[in-house]
C-alpha cells in the first residue's frame, strides 16, 4: 500500500474555504474522521471529532463552545496528542493552528496520509496489518453488541489480533465501545459497506480465533 501524499487530491473543509485555501498553498489537507478528545485550560475532558487535518491545521467538530485564541490538548485515535490553539469558530465546530515542534510535523506528514489511505480502502489496509498478525477468513460472522445493548450478527470483512472490518449499515459514532463476539473494541473507522474496530486487548497468538465463532449467514 502506497502512502505516498500524492495519492490523495487534498480535500478543503467545506466550514471555512478562506482558512482552507490559505493552508493549501502550503500542506494539502486530508478528509479524516476520527474520534478524540481535547483538555482545556480548567483541565477538564472534551468530546471532538476529526473532519480534516494538515500538518498545520485542523478542523473538528464539538458541542462544546469554544473561544478564539484558547490554547487546546487535543488527543485523536491513531494520531496521538496535538496541542493548539483555537483560530476560527462554526456552528458546531472549530479550527485549530496545530503547534508543535519539526519532529512532530514529520511525524504527521508521515501518519496522515498513511491514516487516510486506510479510510480509503480498509482492504489496503488488512493486508498491510496482515504483515504482523495472523489474519483468519472473513467468510464467517460475528456477534456485534452495540453501545446501547443492541445484538446483530454481523459479517467479518476482514480480521487481526488487532482489530477487524465489519459489514454491517449501523454506523456507531467513532471512538464507541462495542463488543464483537464478547471482545471489547473501540470504533475507530465509518467505510462505505460498515465500521472497523480496534481490539482493546490483542489476541495472544496462540488463542487467535478462538473467541469468534462462525454462524451461518442467511
Not at 151 to 162: G, I, Q, R, V, Y
Request: hydrophobic residues 40%; proline residues 8%.
Amino acid at each position: 500500500m502506497s502512502t505516498s501524499a500524492d495519492v490523495f487530491r487534498p480535500t478543503e473543509p467545506a466550514a471555512d474555504a478562506e482558512f482552507a485555501g490559505h493552508n493549501k498553498r502550503r500542506y494539502p489537507r486530508y478528509a479524516l474522521s476520527l474520534a478524540g478528545r481535547f483538555m482545556r485550560a480548567d483541565k477538564l475532558d472534551y468530546p471532538c471529532q476529526l473532519i480534516d487535518i494538515s500538518i498545520e491545521s485542523a478542523a473538528m467538530t464539538t458541542p462544546v463552545p469554544l473561544r478564539v485564541g484558547e490554547k487546546l490538548i487535543v488527543y485523536l485515535t491513531h494520531l496521538g496528542g496535538l496541542e493548539g490553539s483555537v483560530v476560527r469558530l462554526f456552528p458546531g465546530s472549530f479550527a485549530l493552528a496545530i503547534s508543535g515542534t519539526q519532529r512532530k510535523r514529520d511525524k504527521l506528514a508521515v501518519q496522515i496520509p498513511r491514516l487516510a489511505a486506510q479510510a480509503m480502502n480498509p482492504d489496503a489496509a488488512g493486508e498491510a496489518e496482515e504483515r504482523s498478525y495472523p489474519r483468519v477468513s472473513a467468510d464467517e460472522a460475528a456477534l456485534l453488541v452495540l453501545p446501547d445493548g443492541t445484538s446483530l450478527a454481523c459479517p467479518l470483512h476482514n480480521l487481526s489480533m488487532s482489530g477487524a472490518a465489519i459489514l454491517t449499515p449501523v454506523r456507531p459514532p467513532l471512538g464507541s465501545d462495542v463488543m464483537l463476539d464478547k471482545r471489547p473494541a473501540t470504533v475507530v473507522r465509518h467505510y462505505e459497506r460498515g465500521i472497523a474496530v480496534q481490539f482493546k486487548e490483542r489476541f495472544v497468538t496462540g488463542e487467535f480465533g478462538t473467541g469468534l465463532r462462525a454462524q451461518p449467514r442467511r
